[in-house]
């Protein structure tokens, strides 16, 4: 774990510190509750997991965040200087499934993402410029012009982090992206996120069902349509409500199901 940059002497104060805070923030969907009075702070430049079984809330909160859910309560970015913006965020979905047939390219993909260009007219140098310097920032320059549907999963996350990356956010949110990365991979996108979130001062959050992945986190969430625990990997996972949520005995984990 990392010393963070902006952090104050008391991590629930954000004074003298840039966060997003998070607010008793509940979600209603007719009569059903999918989120109460979820409260949490999310420094800059701190990785944060959010953990949880199926239909514990968690891509709700991440809507949430995004703006695509109405909620009730408050979600705020404050900078270090105490001033509240509307963050950059950038987002990761989960990964989406393309056809190995598929004669789309990355550089295709991005240009679709960052431009009104039309793919089916040549790509000018320019932009092409603009796609190999965006995909420099994950060490993806060589993906430029292999088809989508024939990158592995580790391949496919560096596109995707990379198109989050455009513009440069403050806040990163990635939807569960150690999926479909075998552990090798894994390895190599946990040293690219903490290489990114300390090259350009970052703040990251993140779900996974890989309980495997929590020790490199900073703090993790344990949700289940409120938020039950939060602390440390270990002070999460030693925990009594993360043993009762997923029927842990031995106090180690392995994933939800």
Known sequence: MRKLKHISVNPEDCA????????????????DEILKDVCFHLHCGELIALIGPNGAGKSSLFKSILGQMPHSGTITFHTARGAKLKPRIGYVPQSPSFDPGDPVSVLDLFVCSISGWPVWLPIPKKLRQQVLECLSRVHGED????RVGMLSGGELQRVLLAMALEPLPQILILDEPFSGVDMEGERQLFALLDEVRTKYDLSILL????????????????LQKQLLKSGTPAEVLDSRE???LFSVT???????R
């Not at 993906?143 to 292999?146: C, H, Q, R, S, Y």
């Not at 890989?210 to 969430?221: I, P, R």
């Not at 031995?250 to 939800?256: L, R």
């Open 207 to 222: 779900c996974t069902h890989d309980f495997n992945t929590l020790s490199s986190m900073d703090k993790v969430l344990l």
């Open 250 to 256: 031995d106090g180690k984990g392995g994933g939800a």
């Open 16 to 31: 003298g510190s840039c966060c997003l805070k998070v607010d008793h923030l509940s979600v209603t969907l007719g009569s």
């Open 143 to 146: 993906l430029i012009d292999k």
């Open 242 to 244: 993360f043993k009762e």
